[in-house]
């Protein structure tokens, strides 16, 4: 295959071979007629031939890192969208709302809201070879889509890692003859610590005095776990409310600084050490599951738990609630709406098919969480059967299950500490990689806001340090005896499913609204060599601001005040900062938007259409020509020889 292009000094034809001209990237100081690298509107000008220019002047400042190889930008993206959400919240929304019947709203909201807009993060990131604000030069009048995502993802980026901190605390008590969790003999541990539950008996009547001494069915009823009290009391040592911030947990406080020391050094150097670390830190947690898998199966009870995960109740269909939790989950477990997508997808090479990278991890991540669901279930069905409980009683999601009822159940196994410690292994590896890609994210698009003039080395070693520092000076407020309450307003407000679902929803009107469906589906073609299946741009342009539109309303119509384990309610100011955290990213977007508008001069039209004039980097010049065929891509296939396409490079 061959092209032709024409020198710009002397008219000349050259020939040039697309095998040659594959995965080649041009930095932006590459003296196309530009404003700091950038090429406002597009395509050249004139007819005839420019007299030979000077050689341009190349600034000193490197051109942007790709992945070394694609498999690093695959593992990136399921260490990142592959959290802990997927362990401890899919399986338990699935049992709560109908076993298997479940799956049935959870993929069709996949394949109309979460899969659409998940390749839409990354073709964007790969298309405009920018972090999460920069990418927004496709249409800067809504620049603010970036700042909200920035703003997004530090909040997730401040609170998410006190998990990683509790599980490093976990994991490190893990290695001790007897775990301390498992008994009441500790100075944490108060009077009405009782070790074990016999609560159906209690209710038979085949209890007596002479099984738990001088206690009642009363008192039992009113005793304390060793697990919760450990929880409470040790780890959290928490106080009477968020009013009440107390001291400092020091251990904790030490776990909390060497994961974020952790994090620093995994991604202080940029995607060139990120893409080598998360072959481990996101394969593993998969080695650790199978293994637990093995051994929940092989305990008694354990089938019934499977079971209770899995039977389907078809009437639950009918609930709207249903659907709710469907479509929550989609958009947190596929990380949307943080600028992390984009920015990994920055990094990879402008021809990379995106578009099967991002049907694979689609695949993953829910599949991963399918997975997941065995393994919780059959742990639970095991805990179930050893306490003489239900399921039900035993099922918890989020922290609970991490920090509650897993604890509790290896204390029922044999060698309990191997047990726990491998279970807390996984789940810190499981938020690390999620930590640190949320990091490289926010980093990422900070420093594209910097032109190349002003690169200085060390420039990214002492942005990590400055925001890891920032990061941790407000993760203090977590680790005092109110943090729990610190922690749960971030997580209630400002990452919340509302604060998404507004992004979600705003990236897609953009898109394909503003900018144009058919317009970057073309773009598309020009990356990958072919068109993408249409409904991708059917749900750009209106069943996913729908959906997003949809849920968005339904949270804010059944909008409750946040309190902590349904008894303790936030005052009025505690709920006011947790409007604050929400608002602070959501109103990014219109503020920007009538900022820009009225800094503008002449008619409302002129405005508009002068702002929503993509801003091109160098690297668009040098594959997209105005007059590229790109509508006779419809038919063809990927990975077919004879299907390459030709670009024809523009005459500047």
Same mark, same amino acid.
């Given at each position: 295959?061959?092209?032709?292009?024409?020198?710009?000094?002397?008219?000349?034809?050259?020939?040039?071979?697309?095998?040659?001209?594959?995965?080649?990237?041009?930095?932006?100081?590459?003296?196309?007629?530009?404003?700091?690298?950038?090429?406002?509107?597009?395509?050249?000008?004139?007819?005839?031939?420019?007299?030979?220019?000077?050689?341009?002047?190349?600034?000193?400042?490197?051109?942007?890192?790709?992945?070394?190889?694609?498999?690093?930008?695959?593992?990136?993206?399921?260490?990142?969208?592959? =959290?802990?959400? /997927? +362990? *401890?919240?899919?399986?338990? %929304?699935?049992?709560?709302? @109908?076993?298997?019947?479940?799956? &049935?709203?959870?993929?069709?909201?996949?394949?109309?809201?979460?899969?659409?807009?998940?390749?839409?993060?990354?073709?964007?990131?790969?298309?405009?070879?920018? =972090?999460?604000? /920069? +990418? *927004?030069?496709?249409?800067? %009048?809504?620049?603010?889509? @970036?700042?909200?995502?920035?703003? &997004?993802?530090?909040?997730?980026?401040?609170?998410?890692?006190?998990?990683?901190?509790?599980?490093?605390?976990?994991?490190?008590?893990?290695?001790?003859?007897?775990?301390?969790?498992?008994?009441?003999?500790?100075?944490?541990?108060?009077?009405?610590?009782?070790?074990?539950?016999?609560?159906?008996?209690?209710?038979?009547?085949?209890?007596?005095?002479?099984?738990?001494?001088?206690?009642?069915?009363?008192?039992?009823?009113?005793?304390?776990?060793?697990?919760?009290?450990?929880?409470?009391?040790?780890?959290?040592?928490?106080?009477?409310?968020?009013?009440?911030?107390?001291?400092?947990?020091?251990?904790?406080?030490?776990?909390?600084?060497?994961?974020?020391?952790?994090?620093?050094?995994?991604?202080?150097?940029?995607?060139?050490?990120?893409?080598?670390?998360?072959?481990?830190?996101?394969?593993?947690?998969?080695?650790?599951?199978?293994?637990?898998?093995?051994?929940?199966?092989?305990?008694?009870?354990?089938?019934?738990?499977?079971?209770?995960?899995?039977?389907?109740?078809?009437?639950?269909?009918?609930?709207?609630?249903?659907?709710?939790?469907?479509?929550?989950?989609?958009?947190?477990?596929?990380?949307?709406?943080?600028?992390?997508?984009?920015?990994?997808?920055?990094?990879?090479?402008?021809?990379?098919?995106?578009?099967?990278?991002?049907?694979?991890?689609?695949?993953?991540?829910?599949?991963?969480?399918?997975?997941?669901?065995?393994?919780?279930?059959?742990?639970?069905?095991?805990?179930?059967?050893?306490?003489?409980?239900?399921?039900?009683?035993?099922?918890?999601?989020?922290?609970?299950?991490?920090?509650?009822?897993?604890?509790?159940?290896?204390?029922?196994?044999?060698?309990?500490?191997?047990?726990?410690?491998?279970?807390?292994?996984?789940?810190?590896?499981?938020?690390?990689?999620?930590?640190?890609?949320?990091?490289?994210?926010?980093?990422?698009?900070?420093?594209?806001?910097?032109?190349?003039?002003?690169?200085?080395?060390?420039?990214?070693?002492?942005?990590?340090?400055?925001?890891?520092?920032?990061?941790?000076?407000?993760?203090?407020?977590?680790?005092?005896?109110?943090?729990?309450?610190?922690?749960?307003?971030?997580?209630?407000?400002?990452?919340?499913?509302?604060?998404?679902?507004?992004?979600?929803?705003?990236?897609?009107?953009?898109?394909?609204?503003?900018?144009?469906?058919?317009?970057?589906?073309?773009?598309?073609?020009?990356?990958?060599?072919?068109?993408?299946?249409?409904?991708?741009?059917?749900?750009?342009?209106?069943?996913?601001?729908?959906?997003?539109?949809?849920?968005?309303?339904?949270?804010?119509?059944?909008?409750?005040?946040?309190?902590?384990?349904?008894?303790?309610?936030?005052?009025?100011?505690?709920?006011?900062?947790?409007?604050?955290?929400?608002?602070?990213?959501?109103?990014?977007?219109?503020?920007?938007?009538?900022?820009?508008?009225?800094?503008?001069?002449?008619?409302?039209?002129?405005?508009?259409?002068?702002?929503?004039?993509?801003?091109?980097?160098?690297?668009?010049?040098?594959?997209?020509?105005?007059?590229?065929?790109?509508?006779?891509?419809?038919?063809?296939?990927?990975?077919?020889?004879?299907?390459?396409?030709?670009?024809?490079?523009?005459?500047?």
């Amino acid at each position: 295959m061959e092209k032709i292009a024409l020198n710009s000094g002397d008219c000349s034809v050259n020939v040039i071979h697309s095998e040659e001209k594959k995965g080649l990237l041009v930095s932006n100081g590459n003296g196309h007629s530009s404003a700091n690298g950038a090429v406002v509107g597009g395509g050249a000008t004139g007819g005839g031939c420019a007299p030979a220019a000077p050689p341009p002047v190349r600034a000193s400042y490197p051109e942007r890192e790709t992945w070394t190889r694609q498999m690093d930008f695959i593992m990136s993206c399921v260490g990142f969208a592959v =959290g802990l959400g /997927n +362990v *401890w919240r899919f399986p338990y %929304l699935c049992y709560k709302n @109908g076993g298997g019947v479940f799956l &049935i709203p959870y993929i069709i909201i996949g394949l109309l809201g979460g899969i659409p807009i998940f390749f839409l993060e990354i073709a964007l990131g790969q298309f405009m070879k920018a =972090g999460g604000i /920069n +990418v *927004w030069n496709i249409a800067p %009048l809504f620049k603010g889509l @970036g700042y909200s995502s920035m703003v &997004i993802v530090f909040f997730c980026n401040t609170y998410y890692i006190m998990v990683l901190a509790w599980g490093f605390y976990y994991f490190i008590k893990s290695f001790s003859a007897t775990l301390p969790w498992a008994t009441c003999k500790n100075p944490w541990n108060s009077v009405d610590c009782i070790e074990f539950f016999r609560h159906d008996e209690c209710h038979n009547g085949t209890i007596g005095n002479a099984t738990f001494g001088n206690m009642t069915c009363e008192e039992l009823a009113n005793g304390r776990s060793p697990i919760i009290e450990f929880w409470e009391n040790k780890v959290l040592n928490i106080s009477e409310g968020l009013e009440y911030p107390g001291v400092m947990n020091w251990e904790v406080t030490l776990c909390l600084l060497a994961t974020w020391v952790i994090v620093y050094f995994c991604v202080w150097k940029g995607v060139k050490s990120t893409g080598k670390i998360v072959y481990f830190t996101a394969t593993f947690p998969y080695v650790v599951l199978i293994i637990l898998l093995i051994r929940g199966v092989t305990l008694p009870g354990a089938y019934e738990g499977i079971l209770y995960y899995l039977r389907p109740d078809w009437s639950k269909l009918t609930s709207a609630q249903v659907w709710i939790d469907a479509g929550t989950q989609i958009f947190f477990s596929y990380a949307i709406g943080l600028g992390a997508l984009t920015a990994l997808g920055s990094y990879n090479r402008f021809n990379n098919d995106c578009y099967k990278d991002a049907l694979l991890l689609a695949l993953i991540n829910s599949g991963t969480s399918f997975f997941a669901g065995f393994v919780v279930f059959s742990i639970l069905g095991f805990m179930a059967a050893e306490q003489g409980v239900h399921i039900s009683q035993v099922a918890e999601s989020g922290p609970g299950l991490a920090f509650i009822a897993y604890p509790k159940a290896v204390t029922l196994m044999p060698v309990s500490p191997l047990w726990a410690a491998l279970f807390f292994f996984m789940l810190l590896l499981l938020g690390l990689d999620s930590q640190f890609v949320g990091v490289e994210g926010f980093i990422t698009g900070i420093l594209d806001l910097y032109p190349g003039k002003y690169y200085q080395r060390y420039r990214r070693e002492i942005a990590v340090a400055v925001c890891c520092t920032l990061c941790f000076i407000i993760d203090l407020s977590m680790v005092t005896q109110g943090g729990m309450y610190v922690f749960q307003l971030f997580d209630y407000y400002s990452a919340s499913g509302m604060t998404l679902l507004w992004q979600a929803f705003w990236e897609c009107v953009v898109v394909a609204w503003v900018y144009g469906a058919d317009r970057f589906m073309d773009d598309i073609a020009r990356m990958i060599g072919y068109q993408p299946f249409p409904w991708i741009k059917w749900c750009w342009s209106v069943i996913t601001p729908l959906v997003c539109m949809g849920i968005f309303f339904f949270h804010l119509v059944n909008y409750k005040p946040l309190t902590y384990n349904n008894t303790y309610v936030y005052p009025w100011w505690g709920e006011a900062v947790g409007w604050v955290l929400a608002l602070s990213s959501m109103l990014c977007i219109p503020t920007t938007v009538v900022y820009k508008l009225f800094r503008a001069k002449g008619t409302f039209r002129e405005r508009w259409d002068h702002l929503t004039k993509p801003v091109w980097g160098g690297h668009h010049l040098e594959y997209m020509s105005e007059d590229t065929d790109i509508k006779s891509l419809a038919s063809l296939t990927p990975n077919l020889e004879d299907n390459k396409v030709i670009l024809f490079e523009s005459v500047m």
